[in-house]
């Protein structure tokens, strides 16, 4: 079964267009290509990735589909659309010509109105994405998962990942309520989650300990068959790097069966991002 990096992301500053991304941003504010990610797939294995957008411009959208039309190890990209545009069905309908395209992430985390995601106006994207096969990519934070939950009940038929765990406050240990939100969420067959984004949300210098209550916590509600591993490459280099919490995922999930942790780093990103879009894997 193929081992896949189920999020990373490159960027060139000269885009302009991270907002986000800033000089106190440290050691991920420089440019980031695959050429730099290779030397860490190879150490860990990885034979195929899911390219995630990083900017919320379709320019951006656009520049990930032509680096990965190059890659051979990219499979999939997750793209931005512009989904309060008055014609937002219609622009996933025209991205969704992109065979490499997989799904779909507004930056839930980082709008302003926090019930953005009840907006009736997002139906009709929403509705043109499962007309394409798209997955929806849930960037969100903790206060977002009980409106998450009601998007998912309105549309049983779209695929949901959630990424980063939802980003339980793990630096404060304040994960009671989110703990709550994710057996909730986790209860909705149309959800999995994604084993990623857990090494920025803990404190510096943080331990594989650190991160067992939170991850323990998401395989009792998802299991491992609805678990996707993820490195979130290159912001994981803020807090420890690509080696280190790759090797924490491994030590957290170690107890597991063989088939279940080559699910969780492979065969459950193949089977919810690239079943019927992206660049085929070249072995089950």
């Not at 060139?12 to 695959?34: H, M, N, Q, S, V």
């Not at 985390?109 to 499962?130: C, F, H, T």
Request: charged share 25%; aromatic share 8%; net charge negative.
């Amino acid at each position: 079964m193929m081992r896949i990096d189920a999020h990373h992301h490159v960027w060139t500053l000269a885009r302009a267009d991270y907002g986000w991304l800033t000089p106190e941003r440290g050691p991920i504010y420089r440019d980031f290509g695959l050429a730099d990610l290779m030397p860490h797939l190879a150490a860990a294995a990885i034979e195929g990735t899911i390219l995630v957008q990083a900017a919320p411009t379709e320019a951006e959208t656009a520049f990930m589909l032509d680096v990965a039309k190059s890659s051979e190890p990219v499979r999939g990209v997750v793209g931005w659309i512009d989904f309060d545009a008055p014609d937002a069905a219609d622009r996933v309908d025209a991205i969704a010509e992109r065979e490499l395209l997989v799904g779909l992430r507004p930056m839930v985390q980082d709008i302003a109105d926090d019930d953005w995601l009840l907006r009736p106006e997002l139906a009709a994207p929403l509705e043109a994405m499962v007309r394409h096969d798209l997955v929806f990519d849930a960037l969100v934070l903790p206060r977002h998962l009980p409106r998450l939950v009601q998007v998912v009940d309105r549309h049983p038929d779209l695929q949901f990942v959630l990424d980063h765990f939802g980003k339980p406050r793990l630096a404060t240990g304040e994960i009671a309520a989110w703990k709550d939100d994710i057996a909730r969420l986790a209860a909705r067959a149309n959800v999995v989650c994604k084993l990623s984004g857990l090494a920025t949300e803990a404190a510096p210098n943080w331990q594989v300990a650190d991160l067992r209550e939170a991850v323990h916590h998401a395989l009792a509600c998802f299991g491992p068959q609805r678990l996707l591993w993820g490195s979130d490459w290159p912001v994981v280099n803020l807090a420890g790097g690509y080696a280190h919490w790759f090797a924490a995922a491994q030590r957290l999930l170690a107890d597991l069966s063989s088939e279940a942790r080559a699910a969780i780093f492979g065969g459950n990103a193949a089977r919810i991002y690239l079943s019927s879009r992206g660049r085929p894997t070249s072995r089950k």
